[in-house]
């Protein structure tokens, strides 16, 4: 513990009337099976849980209300920048605490909470050191690095990841939302030592769509595959980032000598393979370029780009291998969103091993969706399994989660031709995006749905059948619709039939297509208790 500065939390007498930031939390209490725990016994013992973040901004104000009066802060030996005021750690932790503890109502599921800053690799390291010592049982992670890693699993910060789960910690890790804008490549040099990539100008194009904030402010990262275990351990491969303009005119550059020395300090030097450009751009389009500075990759050398940023789209962008570290981790439980195309994959690795809802409203109104929010729903409800019964092993909660219904993307309705509608997108159903999402919709979508065009319309398409939303409902004939109402609850109707305004039916995928986007790739299934 050494090198940590702790802030004890207020011990409150009485219990504080829950004031949570989240409008639609209860639904998934209903709809993925935590409200049955909520009257149960815990017959094993308070669960030690910790959330690692960059930022907790707000907490103080919410131990007793929000978080468990007894919480923990542990700031790290490295401070953060004074003005960085992240909240997104509190609201996993406020996520954690009101599935598990019914908003602290379940006593019983009360866990020995504590939040953890792990800005930066000493941080990082400093609270998995801590966690060891305390025998802290079960860590959610939000969290993905773009660099450090070889997207196999190895490299230094998935070998620090490696020290908790030897040491039987449960580590749940979200996935990341990069999805649509990471690049993975061979190294193949052209013309003037310039990397070959698939757009225009041997480049990777992004573009900056026009947007209510007028610019795009992003973090381009180009790494490769050169990380050691070891994070003294520097290289001598070394690669140069560009981000130029529709003309080539270069707006930002990096361009660190990669250097093996264990002791590199120099300006302008680095020992990781990585360089970093951070810009705020306004609408167009950009291109990424990348220059062989070494020319001593060899043939199996990959490099791998991510775009973190909001409104910029890559076409050019990989499909089924977007893992970052450490969700790429073998060890650890990696959650992905099953409501958002962002949400990071790899059929490689085989994960995410689970999938969670992770549509969240605001009080403002705002919805957030991505994979941290899903995997903070998911280490709610291994926290109550494993609370129940401490021996379970990363291998006994997997088991123990199952898809909603049974139902998982690969099981299959009715024919198209019984539907009577068929897909818009090549022989598979391409999904759309509804902001805000219409209310009498968000109760389908968090158990799985996704609203999708076909041939008569916007349906909504979910992996099990529909019939089971509602007790009540009853099919006379085997292709009667199931609708979602507009003033709330759902209904059956004749195939065919009209029905209300602003309804939308729901349908099982059917045998001949499903979504066109990878849903579920590797592993994965559907996360209910």
Aim: aromatic share 10%.
């Amino acid at each position: 513990m050494k090198g940590f500065t702790f802030f004890a939390a207020i011990v409150l007498t009485g219990f504080t009337a829950w004031a949570g930031p989240f409008t639609n939390i209860d639904t998934y209490k209903n709809s993925l099976g935590f409200s049955r725990f909520y009257s149960q016994e815990n017959t094993g013992r308070r669960l030690k849980i910790a959330v690692l973040d960059k930022g907790f901004f707000g907490y103080e104000k919410e131990i007793g209300t929000t978080l468990p009066s007894s919480t923990r802060y542990v700031a790290g030996p490295v401070s953060s920048p004074e003005n960085m005021h992240v909240e997104h750690g509190l609201r996993m932790a406020q996520i954690l605490t009101s599935l598990m503890t019914n908003d602290l109502q379940a006593s019983q599921w009360v866990p020995e909470l504590t939040l953890y800053n792990v800005f930066g690799f000493s941080n990082l390291k400093a609270a998995i050191d801590d966690i060891i010592a305390r025998k802290v049982d079960l860590v959610l992670y939000s969290e993905v690095w773009e660099y450090g890693g070889n997207f196999d699993g190895a490299g230094f910060i998935n070998h620090e990841i490696n020290r908790a789960t030897r040491n039987g910690v449960i580590w749940v890790n979200a996935a990341g939302n990069f999805a649509l804008t990471t690049f993975n490549s061979g190294i193949r040099t052209i013309a003037d030592n310039w990397v070959q990539l698939p757009d225009q100008n041997n480049g990777l194009m992004i573009r900056c769509e026009y947007n209510t904030n007028g610019t795009c402010p992003v973090k381009i990262v180009l790494s490769w595959n050169d990380f050691k275990n070891n994070v003294d351990l520097g290289t001598d491969k070394d690669l140069d980032l560009a981000l130029t303009d529709d003309l080539l005119n270069i707006v930002q550059s990096s361009a660190l000598k990669q250097s093996k020395d264990a002791n590199e300090s120099r300006p302008g030097f680095s020992k990781y393979p990585r360089e970093i450009i951070t810009a705020e751009l306004n609408p167009g389009t950009y291109f990424i370029r990348v220059k062989n500075r070494s020319q001593n990759f060899a043939s199996n050398d990959q490099l791998r780009i991510t775009v973190d940023g909001d409104n910029v789209i890559m076409p050019s962008h990989s499909r089924g291998e977007t893992l970052l570290n450490p969700a790429d981790n073998a060890t650890v439980i990696t959650v992905g969103a099953s409501d958002s195309p962002r949400s990071s994959s790899s059929q490689t690795l085989g994960k995410p091993d689970l999938f969670a809802p992770s549509s969240l409203f605001l009080n403002n109104g705002a919805e957030y969706r991505g994979s941290s929010n899903s995997a903070a729903i998911v280490a709610a409800g291994l926290g109550i399994l494993k609370s129940q019964q401490p021996k379970m092993t990363r291998v006994d909660l997997l088991k123990a989660v199952s898809s909603y219904g049974g139902g998982a993307w690969d099981q299959r309705g009715l024919s198209l031709h019984l539907l009577g509608f068929a897909p818009t997108g090549p022989g598979c159903f391409i999904d759309v995006n509804y902001n805000p999402l219409p209310h009498y919709l968000r109760e389908v979508v968090s158990k799985g749905g996704y609203l999708v065009q076909t041939t008569v319309g916007i349906r909504v398409i979910v992996p099990f059948d529909p019939i089971t939303l509602a007790s009540h409902l009853r099919r006379n004939l085997m292709n009667d619709m199931i609708v979602a109402l507009p003033q709330g609850g759902y209904a059956v109707y004749p195939r065919n039939a009209m029905i209300p305004a602003g309804a939308a039916e729901i349908f099982q995928r059917p045998l001949e297509a499903g979504l066109c986007r990878i849903t579920n790739s590797g592993n994965g299934k559907n996360f209910r208790l």
